[in-house]
């Protein structure tokens, strides 16, 4: 006999742990699996910048202190191209600002907060399939770390589980969305060094994009654009820090042992379905954006503060107009990260082949947004976050 439960959420990422938390706050029950083990998900670097409202939503619901503590509030970037550096000023422009504070942080907190309120919270397991995705009744068919098989069934089944979503397949099927594929890739480096500058600097240089940003007193996280097929050991350190220096001219960067190399492709990517029933996505399992505009985890967010309101009716009131809306509500804010995630990137970086007017134009598009102030406020609007339609659920 299956387990049963009201919602069952695969994936214990920002998405299905924060989901999991504000369900609680109405009273309703949840069990969430993730493959992974608590100390992979508690350590695995991903990204690092919150938007204000998901900050809000982190302090106002209890979820987390140590966000305001531990992470640092960035009141703006820079811009730096054709040799000059060009702040764009959150709170002059929006009155807004986003934080500084790693995912896996935030996910360590919402996994003592779900632990500490008694949640079913169970690492190790993965999810195989959905069944009667179609019924008031579905289904997960999954199995533990020593392989013994688990069936939870629920009023509700949540896919959390990422780009590479199982639960994606009994929803749209797996090719179902939108797609783009971009000609380069990240190669991020952690080194120990303190920070560079004391916020962000995105760079658009003759070489190349990169990106200089932090995660502690004595941690750096850069980028720099590369191929997709690099490999994370193609460049010994001194080749690193020479890519790394020469694409942000003005600044001496503060270098430091390399600990950890990595290279991240860039795709955008929206399912054409994001709900089938009673079978629903969250965040990267219905969506993902290239890194520039800092909007994953932070879209995942905003996908799960719509869906809690929505369940709250279903389960709470019997009411399922909000699950009926929740795919196209979710839509509007999913396509203005789309936007501009993919403005941010072509923006910044060097396309393979682009002629001398390319590059011409690419700094004629940079002068106009940093010379005017509705430009950067547009940028300081989206880099920031919009507000959440509807508010905060589970705020007491
Ligand atoms: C390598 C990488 C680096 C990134 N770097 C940045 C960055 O620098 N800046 C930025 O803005 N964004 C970055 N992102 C994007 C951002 O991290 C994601 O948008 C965010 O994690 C989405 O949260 P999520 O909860 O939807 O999915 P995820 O965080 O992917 O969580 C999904 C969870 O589901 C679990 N899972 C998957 N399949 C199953 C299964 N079958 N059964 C059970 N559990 C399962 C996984 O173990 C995982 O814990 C990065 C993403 C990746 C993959």
């Known amino acids: 006999m299956p387990e049963r439960t009201r919602v069952v959420v695969i994936g214990a990422g920002p998405a299905g742990l924060l989901l999991s938390h504000l369900l609680d706050r109405f009273g309703i029950e949840s069990i969430v699996i993730d ?3 608590r100390e992979q998900i508690e350590t ?9 409202g998901t900050v809000e939503i982190l302090t106002d619901t209890r979820a987390s202190d140590r966000v305001l503590t531990v992470g640092q509030k960035h009141e703006g ?11 764009i000023d959150f709170a002059d422009t929006v009155g807004r600002a986003v934080w500084l504070y790693p ?3 935030v996910l360590k907190d919402l996994v003592a907060a779900r632990l500490a309120a008694g949640q079913d919270l169970r690492f190790g397991v993965t999810a195989e399939r959905v069944e009667d995705a179609g019924t008031s009744r579905p289904r997960i068919v999954a199995k533990d770390a020593e392989g013994n098989p688990v069936e939870i069934e629920a009023d509700v089944v949540v896919g959390a589980d990422g780009s590479r979503s ?19 890739a990240w190669f991020g ?5 303190p920070p560079s500058s004391p916020e962000l600097i995105y760079s658009n240089s003759p070489d190349g994009f990169a990106l200089i940003s932090q995660r502690s007193p004595g941690v750096q996280r850069m980028y720099f654009q590369c191929a997709p097929d690099t490999d994370t050991e ?3 350190e001194e080749q690193l820090w020479e890519i790394l220096q020469a694409r942000v001219p003005g600044t ?3 270098e430091g042992h390399i600990f950890q190399r990595d290279v991240l492709r860039f795709r955008s990517f929206v399912a054409h379905e994001m709900r089938r029933g009673r079978v629903v996505l969250v965040g990267d399992a219905a969506h993902t954006v290239p890194p520039t505009g800092a909007k994953g985890m932070n879209l995942a967010v905003a996908d799960v503060v719509l869906l809690t309101e929505a369940l709250r009716a279903l389960l709470l009131d019997h009411d399922e107009t909000l699950l009926d809306a929740y795919p196209e509500i979710a839509r509007r804010r999913i396509w203005k990260a789309q936007h501009f995630s993919w403005w941010m990137t072509n923006m910044l970086h060097l396309q393979p082949g682009a002629s001398d007017f390319d590059r011409m134009r690419q700094i004629g598009e940079l002068r106009t947004i940093v010379e005017s102030h509705a430009g950067r406020a547009y940028l300081a609007e989206a880099y920031t976050g919009w507000q959440f339609e509807g508010g905060l659920p589970g705020v007491k």
């Open 189 to 193: 480096i952690l080194c120990e060094a």
């Open 252 to 254: 001496t960067l503060n």
């Open 234 to 236: 193609a460049y010994t």
């Open 77 to 87: 970037i820079e811009l730096r191209f054709a040799g000059e550096g060009h702040r």
């Open 35 to 37: 493959s992974r083990t």
């Open 44 to 52: 695995t670097i991903r990204a690092g910048i919150l938007e204000q």
């Open 103 to 105: 995912q896996h942080e």
């Open 166 to 184: 199982v639960v994606r397949e009994a929803v749209t099927g797996t090719y179902g969305g939108y797609f783009r594929e971009y000609p380069f």
